[in-house]
């Protein structure tokens, strides 16, 4: 046996076991966390069905049943059917439009007795396969046109349709996959002009935008100055210039127009600007009021007291705040970094272009879901109804991550295994 193989057993046995316990940390912690903000005294039972709690460990059972038969299956399955996936996810996106259960005015459900699936959770898990599988093909280049067109249409076509359902919050979570584009040669360019963009429509809402058109013609002018040779950069300028203030006065119509008056709703309680903050400000007492330790295990009075609406679900996150305080809400931060690091970590020791925009993929899309989810809670984000990766109540969201990372953990193995067997 090869030194290169004993230190990579020793570590992994050829699987990434340390995420794999992280998992399960994570995991139970959340089933902790849903146990507390639901807690019903005369249904105390972990298995009581007709809970939350129950329910979620139902779920958790489930999810490890499917973790367990991921890993058994073949590398080779996940390339191979990642088109298949992805044509399943594109029709189930399109039937629960017209036949979909409604939720909360999103139409992103489908309802089968007891149980209510969001087929955006395969879109994800698809959207990531069929990215990586298409861009690892033999003679894809990222830097041609046609390659990015088609790559931007991958992600954009189950986007639409997740927006066509008004679940505007999972649609966001696609814009997870422009970063894995930048890893693989997005022009950086791109990525600004989108924070550019955002910029502005934030200034646009709370800024006279007069004043923004001036202060953008003095920066433009100033530029112009100093760069007056230069002809191509001046056209630049001048045509940065003129994208900028049509953005600027075209906030008032996208905001009063495009916009629904639930969406125009949170972005002004975000800014301080009127409207219904009861969840946002029920979430910081909650936090607030869990000081450094906490006030302990089913102890919270805001949970206690079902002050803070949605608190298994999207807003699990003040239920840590206040029963485990600044340490045990710290604490959650932390694993989540943790896990991001290892993933960054797992992708770049990949030696195959699929496994690698996969694996990114994966850390893209639980970045996204755990800055938004955490920013709203905590009143830095609108609130836009995402879950908590692994902590929040539900299904489907539970069974979708877990396929996501469990996937890459196979991956990943087998990225161990052809190399052992390569060092025997």
């Known amino acids: 046996m090869s030194r290169y193989r004993t230190k990579e057993s020793f ?29 019903n005294p005369s249904n105390a039972s972990m298995f009581d069905l007709s809970q939350s709690y129950g329910r979620q460990m139902m779920f958790i059972g489930l999810s490890l049943v499917i973790g367990i038969a991921i890993l058994i299956i073949d590398a080779k399955f996940y390339s191979a ?43 994800k898990y698809a959207t990531a396969l069929t990215l990586a599988k298409y861009l690892s093909r033999y003679g894809v280049n990222f830097k041609e046109l046609r390659v990015k067109l088609i790559s931007f249409g991958i992600i ?7 927006l066509l359902q008004n679940d505007t919050g999972s649609a966001l979570v696609f814009l997870a996959f422009f970063l894995v584009l930048y890893r693989e040669g997005l022009p950086s360019w791109i990525i600004a002009l989108g924070f550019h963009v955002a910029i502005l429509f934030i200034l646009a809402l709370l800024v006279d935008k007069i004043l923004i ?12 100055i100093f760069t007056w040779k230069n002809r191509q950069f001046l056209i630049v300028i001048i045509g940065a210039l003129i994208f900028s203030i049509l953005v600027v006065v075209s906030v008032d119509y996208v905001f009063n127009e495009v916009l629904q008056d639930h969406q125009r709703a949170r972005i002004n309680v975000l800014f301080g600007k009127g409207g219904d903050d009861y969840n946002v400000r029920q979430s910081k007492i ?18 206690r007291y079902d002050y803070v609406p949605e608190q298994s679900t999207d ?32 992708a770049e020791r990949q030696k195959n272009k699929f496994s690698r925009i996969y694996a990114y993929s994966v850390a893209c899309i639980l970045f996204i879901h755990f800055t938004i989810n ?5 009143g830095l984000m609108p609130v836009i109804g995402i879950p908590l990766p692994f902590f929040s109540y539900g ?3 539970l069974l979708g991550f877990t396929i996501l990372l469990f996937t890459l953990l196979k991956l990943d193995s087998n990225r161990v295994n052809e190399m052992q067997s390569l060092n025997d």
């Open 81 to 123: 059917f990642a088109y298949g996936f992805y044509g399943m996810a594109i029709f189930l996106c399109i039937v629960v439009i017209f036949i979909g259960a409604e939720t909360k005015g999103a139409k992103s459900w489908f309802a089968i007795g007891g149980f209510k699936f969001q087929p955006v959770e395969l879109a």
């Open 286 to 303: 909650a936090i607030g009021s869990g000081g450094l330790f906490g006030q302990g295990f089913l102890n919270g009075t805001q949970t």
């Open 213 to 224: 058109i001036y202060i953008l013609c003095g920066i433009a002018a100033l530029l112009s």
């Open 156 to 162: 954009g076509l189950p986007m639409l349709l997740v």
């Open 395 to 397: 299904g489907s969201s």
């Open 374 to 378: 955490i920013g709203m809670t905590i």
């Open 11 to 39: 570590e992994t046995g050829g699987l990434d076991w340390l995420t794999i316990l992280q998992y399960l940390a994570m995991v139970l912690f959340g089933w902790m966390a849903i146990y507390s903000a639901v807690f």
């Open 315 to 346: 807003f699990i996150y003040c239920t840590v705040g206040e029963e485990y305080g600044f340490i045990g809400a710290g604490g959650v931060v932390l694993m989540f970094v943790i896990l991001m690091i290892r993933l960054v970590r797992i």
